[in-house]
């Protein structure tokens, strides 16, 4: 099975024998969780561009087919599954049109055929701040405050209100909101590991994303959340009415927004519980 995440995803995806600190779906994998690496062989790789080198239009079709180059080269014909979250449900839905004859099925977390002109806009912007920060000769403070941003965009106004429900105070003689040491925190940690090129390349592809969902010919599972802007519930289920093969879309609530595929862990779970056992009762018939 092959796993991917949003754009800041790697292939590290949980511990293991080579490098013991936590992945990025570390809580999804292990016993007795349905992706379980004693029972089913999980791949995963780092985004075409995120080494900041390829600093060139790369879209989610590219992704695609450099996975299904890394499977030419690893001798393996066939998935059981792709599972993408964000941008990787992207990427998932582009493997399962364009490599369909290697892919059993597709679960698909927060992520449509297409991006939402809000949710575009909101990444024009911190392009532009992006962009800011190299022409002053900070990349760091342009891409620290782009992630910030884009921050605000992965959660709920609701979670922002339980979390950071306090007034306003002065420090050094300016106004600082209850929230703003968390969100510099993220910004600053993200800055250290990140390259501005390949924020504002991995950014575009997002955004370059476009499918006919009409041509996804695999069994499908979509995972939709309520109050989540970046792949509204309305755009998810259009694309999943069209796809031309079974498909189901799941609706949770999350205060998380975006991130409740990183945090819904339960949910998440059983969605895949539910899939892969099917898989499994076919093969067994």
Known sequence: MWL???ISSHRH??????????????????????LDPRRCCLLACDWLGADGQLDVPIDSADQADAIAYALDRLGIRFLQAFVGASYG???????????????????????????????????????????????????????????QLAMLSYRSPNEFSERFDQPAE???????????????????????????????????????????????RVPCQFLAVEGDWLAPVELMAACAADVAAPCEIEIIASRYGHDAFLKEIDHVDALLHRALQNDSSEIAA
Not at 13 to 34: E, K, L
Not at 178 to 200: I, K, M, P
């Open 4 to 6: 991917a995440g949003g």
């Open 170 to 216: 002065l420090r050094s003689g300016r106004v600082h909101c209850a929230s703003e040491d968390y969100l510099q925190h993220c910004g600053q940690r993200y800055a250290a590991q990140w390259s501005a090129t390949a924020f504002l390349r991995l950014s575009e592809s997002i955004d370059l994303h476009v499918i006919a969902p009409t041509q996804i």
């Open 13 to 34: 995806v949980c511990a293991n024998a080579v490098d013991s600190a936590p992945g990025w779906w570390q809580d999804v994998i292990g016993n007795p969780r349905a």
């Open 89 to 147: 449900g992207m990427v998932g839905q582009q493997f399962a049109i364009r490599h369909r004859q290697r892919l059993g099925r597709l679960l698909c977390l927060s992520a449509a055929h297409r991006p939402s002109p809000f949710a575009s806009a909101f990444r024009a912007l911190q392009r532009q701040v992006v962009t800011l920060g190299q022409t002053q000769c900070a990349d760091a403070v342009g891409l620290s405050l782009a992630r």
